[in-house]
């Protein structure tokens, strides 16, 4: 699975962005998606995941009701759709997948993504 993200660039504090992940394969359907990102001298950190079937979306705590994952499976993309931005969502988010069928506490973490995409840059200015 290759995966390309996009959709990131510079926005004002308050506004929105939507990220998109496109993924290549036949088996996009199969797999549970990521998004995770990272601030400069900061680790990686999950920010949402959405299973392959789009039954169970989870979400950082720092993110939930702001941000909304979900995904086209027609379209082999999933999105992410980021309202209500604060500087400290500044990043580089990257979108990952698994075809494993991990639990939840392991979705959260890096380990739990096989594949990864190349990272959109998110700015968020006060």
């Known amino acids: 699975v290759q995966l390309q993200a996009s959709g990131g660039g510079l926005v004002q504090a308050g506004g929105s962005l939507r990220l998109s992940c496109a993924a290549s394969g036949r088996t996009f359907s199969s797999y549970t998606m990521g998004w995770f990102r990272q601030a400069p001298g900061k680790e990686r950190e999950f920010v949402a995941a959405?299973?392959?079937?789009?039954?169970?979306?989870y979400y950082a705590d720092s993110v939930k009701g702001r941000f909304t994952i979900s995904r086209d499976n027609t379209k082999n993309t999933v999105y992410l759709q980021m309202n209500s931005l604060k500087p400290e969502d500044t990043a580089v988010y990257y979108c990952?997948?698994?075809?494993?069928?991990?639990?939840?506490?392991?979705?959260?973490?890096?380990?739990?993504?096989?594949?990864w995409g190349q990272g959109t840059q998110v700015t968020v200015s006060s």
């Open positions: 959405i299973r392959w079937s789009g039954g169970g979306t």
């Open positions: 990952a997948a698994t075809a494993k069928s991990w639990i939840t506490m392991v979705l959260r973490t890096l380990g739990g993504y096989d594949y």
